[in-house]
């Protein structure tokens, strides 16, 4: 058997390379084989950080006697789904068409095509639960194949035929006419009743458990609440977005020793997560929690974002400016057993913290360990019986707060340092042209609205990367260096937003420069020019059995609304019109979804609100006084600009010393002082403090 794994770009195949199973990457080795030898694929889809993955490779996967089986009847074929995000959106499809619901592992099972004609996710190695064995699957799977080729092929058709009206289903939806989208207020009553319905206001969150965070679900509540009579009251949308902020910075959901948010909560409380810590999660609450401290001035806020930072800047960056995909929920075959504690853990790490501390000083002082342990533990929450498998997940109480005292933030060091002498868990290190640039993005307006250079600087030194390593010698992007598959929609997209927070962080206008050539390449290779929107896959790609356009959001807002907001604010910032009018073909195109199941589409929301309320806000010359009364509110609908000149209608006529308030480049009277300048900022969006 040829190992086919071994050297391949991605983390999560490479954990493959010693099954048994004669695994082949995607590609047309595969599907040659599987031609010739008349064998269907067995199409395994998963990532490095996920669990059940692990589960389904350790019981099936690694059997020998699976393994035959899977050799004898199938041609087996190995994708990540974080570097294929393609093929991942189509038979994620077929696997909720037949199943009604989906997730990962996914298992799928095709015509030598690649036509989907039985799909499932997870299988157990024997019958149990409800499941049946994964053993008795390939059985079936196989006689189908063998006495029923007729009916599989009609199958095989008919699922291909409905994925393509699936994954297309925008295109054949009729756009609003102008004058039922006219004046639509993206939050309106209409979108937080919706929010109201799903949310828990004991715990926050919006849904039961599983709960995931939905920054995006929490930021249409603080616009909402913006302006507002009583923003964070209790019957209030900015009670909604507060309450789940802080329920998650409490809950065991967020890394209190290291930062960071893991992938989602296995409860209501937030209290035991799924352990797998994913770049975008960090990506997207940096951005949610950055936007509250701005509108709350909250200091819990402030530290979230700080902490996650860190934790990213730290344990998910390469050697050279990269930033990495994510960090396992596994350690040492235990999910979540790096993380959580016992008692005498505790003590057991403040033993070895005051040891080393009196080696080094010779000091000879004996600190009562004990009762600072017992501290600790009561911080957070640390029990005998704990509250995880005998173990415990750190935690707050809710609304207790997260400032510690230098005594517990000792303790937090000395727990984190022997934390990291625990076997930990892998890490998937693949560079990914979006997730890298959504992290990067954050970065840089985190860096912009607390004036961090240190920030800052990490902000360039990433975007460096992007720009130098993950493009092709002709321009084209890729969806990784090491990879070589070509970019996807999603990438572009988040390349055109992660350079125009550049501009804004920096005053160069030489990221716009680049904004605009990344806007240019992404129109070209994914432009739909008869309906309208953006494929996943460029006209240059391989085609596969449907050529999806993404439009609903799901862990990550779709390619489609990043697009939609880039090009808009693109537009604003530039004065050209050919950014703003393709922004408005995505919103028409998606108007019945943000009309119908505004939620499904929440962050095409955030572009709509763009174009009602979209304005620029100009600083001419480097006037820290004036740059810190725009860095201290959140201005979800404006672009920044400032230093300078540039070209562009944006500058014309600008005087040096002066900012300049502008909605659709009507502008008020210059402001010289930040008093003026704030009170025309207030105008463009209220921002009440709690």
């Known amino acids: 058997m040829v190992n086919r794994l071994r050297d391949a770009s991605s983390p999560y195949l490479r954990q493959h390379a010693e099954n048994p199973v004669d695994w082949y990457p995607w590609g047309k080795e595969a599907f040659a084989r599987a031609k010739d030898e008349d064998k269907p694929l067995f199409v395994s ?79 157990p190695p024997s019958t149990g639960r409800g499941m049946p064995s994964f053993r008795d699957v390939l059985g079936a799977v196989r006689g189908a194949w063998a006495d029923r080729r007729d009916e599989v092929e009609a199958q095989a058709s008919a699922l291909a035929d409905a994925l393509e009206h699936e994954t297309r289903v925008v295109d054949r939806l009729a756009p609003l006419p102008p004058e039922d989208r006219a004046g639509w207020d993206p939050v309106s009553d209409h979108v937080v009743a919706e929010l109201a319905e799903r949310f828990d206001a004991a715990w926050g969150g919006f849904g039961p458990a599983p709960k995931f965070p939905r920054p995006s679900f929490v930021e249409l509540c ?37 930062g960071g948010f893991a992938r989602y909560s296995t409860d209501a409380r937030w209290l035991v997560p799924h352990f797998e810590k994913m770049l975008t999660d960090q990506a997207l609450l940096v951005r949610a929690y950055l936007h509250a401290w701005q509108v709350t001035g909250s200091p819990t806020y402030l530290q979230v974002v700080q902490e996650t930072i860190d934790f990213v800047t730290g344990s998910l960056s390469t050697d050279d400016g990269g930033f990495c995909a994510s960090l396992d929920a596994d350690a040492a075959g235990e999910e979540g057993g790096h993380a959580t504690w016992k008692p005498a853990e505790v003590r057991a790490a403040l033993d070895a913290a005051y040891e080393a501390a009196d080696e080094q000083t010779g000091t000879g002082r004996e600190p009562d360990v004990a009762a600072i342990a017992a501290t600790l533990c009561e911080w957070w929450g640390v029990t005998e019986h704990g509250n995880f498998f005998g173990r415990t997940v750190l935690h707050r109480p809710l609304g207790a707060g997260l400032a510690r005292s230098p005594e517990v933030e000792a303790g937090r060091r000395a727990m984190l340092a022997a934390r990291r002498h625990r076997t930990q868990p892998a890490r998937d290190d693949k560079v990914l042209t979006e997730w890298h640039a959504m992290f990067t993005a954050a970065l840089a307006e985190a860096a912009w609205a607390c004036d961090d250079r240190r920030w800052a600087g990490r902000a360039l030194e990433a975007a460096q990367y992007l720009f130098s390593r993950n493009r092709r010698a002709d321009g084209r992007w890729l969806r990784s260096a090491e990879s070589g598959v070509p970019a996807f929609a999603a990438d572009y997209a988040w390349v055109v937003e992660c350079a125009m927070r550049l501009a804004t962080l920096t005053g160069d206008a030489r990221w716009t420069g680049r904004a605009e050539e990344a806007a240019d390449g992404m129109l070209e290779l994914f432009w739909d020019a008869a309906r309208g929107g953006l494929f996943t896959t460029g006209h240059d790609a391989e085609l596969l059995v449907a050529r999806a356009k993404d439009v609903v959001d799901g862990a990550v807002p779709s390619a489609n609304a990043v697009a939609a907001i880039a090009l808009l604010r693109l537009g ?70 400032w230093g300078g000149p540039a070209e562009g209608p944006l500058w014309a006529g600008r005087e040096p010393g002066a900012a300049y308030v502008c909605r659709r480049f009507v502008c008020e009277r210059p402001a010289r002082d930040a008093a003026a300048l704030g009170a025309q900022l207030d105008h463009l969006v209220a921002a009440p403090r709690r």
């Not at 964070?232 to 789940?244: D, I, K, L, S, V």
């Not at 979800?636 to 600009?641: G, Q, R």
Request: charged fraction near 15%; glycine fraction near 10%; proline fraction near 6%.
């Open 222 to 258: 603080m616009r909402a609440a913006l302006g507002g009579a009583d923003p964070f009251g209790e019957a209030g949308p900015g009670f909604m977005a507060t309450r789940t902020l802080d329920a998650m910075a409490a809950g065991g959901i967020y890394d209190h020793l290291a």
């Open 572 to 641: 604003a910032l530039t004065g050209t019109a050919r950014w703003t009018t393709t922004g408005t073909q995505i919103l028409e195109l998606v108007s019945p979804l943000t009309l119908g199941q505004p939620l499904a589409v929440a962050d095409m929301l955030f572009a709509l609100a763009f174009v009602d309320n979209g304005a620029q806000v100009v600083v001419a010359g480097d006037h820290p006084e004036l740059l810190t009364a725009v860095r201290r509110r959140w201005l979800p609908d404006a672009v920044v600009a």
């Open 45 to 123: 889809i998963g990532y490095a950080a996920c669990h059940w993955c692990h589960v389904m490779a350790h019981e099936s996967f690694e059997d020998p006697e699976i393994a035959q089986l899977l050799g004898a009847s199938f041609v087996s074929v190995k994708v990540d789904r974080e570097e294929r995000p393609d093929v991942d959106a189509v038979y994620m499809a077929a696997v909720q068409a037949m199943t009604g619901s989906g997730g990962w592992p996914m298992s799928v099972f095709c015509t030598p095509d690649g036509r989907p004609f039985f799909a499932g996710t997870y299988f």
